[in-house]
């Protein structure tokens, strides 16, 4: 196998052929291509994603609880980012969990801004998608820039997005931090019962039958990711919300030793969830 492979690159990369030997000038074809190559990697390639992540920074909110005779009163969650008319966040459904069931957690709020003292609002859920892991807020105050959602039945593996969020939460201020990512792979989710007595013909059924796709990630994401828009570096459009991490070990070690490997729900399922309220 190793003579199979080395014969395969012999052609491509025989150390016999020197620079001096080689004169692109002769191969204009082969002279575009090279320029193109030093372009593509070049730092210019960076650019849109630095002016899209400057224009949607204001749409990234903090997803949290309050709770006025606590210390600290407020409690971050994970991240979420205004849509439609700008009144509106997406974000996990299981970051909210808590609050959602029991009102005893403090109130639902959205933090924006950044730095130290980030502007609180409250919000209030309107829809839930338990199934996809996605939910609808609604808050209070002025309008926030929001950002446009892409058709995500059209994303490849091989992509390169984005997405931004607060990855470690508030311990270092609040200040949104920006990830690239391949879609690494598009592959089927199903969410098991938490053992095997819980499963029985029924349950295996409503199992494979809610079964659907998700964006397997090489980028990696922290607890505090969950909710971040999986974005395209030129356009902004949103195609996902990132929702889970893989975990290599024990659950502590997902700061010290991250996999690496992260997931993220598609957009379209964003979509159902605003036709559900009222979008």
Partial sequence: MNGVLQSLRAPLFNPFYSCHMFNPAAFPVL??????????YSPFCQADLVKTVERIKPAIVGIGSFQKLHSPPVNFLG??????DGLHAITNAHVISDLSSNTSKGSLII??????????RNATIIALDKEHDLALLRFEGTALPAMKLGDAGTIKEGKLLAFTGFPIGMVLGFYPVTHRATISSITPVILPAQNARQLDAAKIRQLQKSAYKIFQLDGTAYPGNSGSPLYDPDTGEVYG???MVFIKGKKESILSDPSGISYAIPANYVIDLLKQGGF
Avoid: Q, S
């Avoid at 002279?31 to 593509?40: D, G, N, Q």
């Fill in 31 to 40: 002279r575009l291509f090279i320029v193109c190559l030093v372009l593509l």
């Fill in 79 to 84: 991240t979420g980012f205004v849509v439609e």
């Fill in 241 to 243: 919300v990132v929702n």
């Fill in 111 to 120: 933090m924006t801004g950044k730095g130290e003292k980030p502007e609180l």
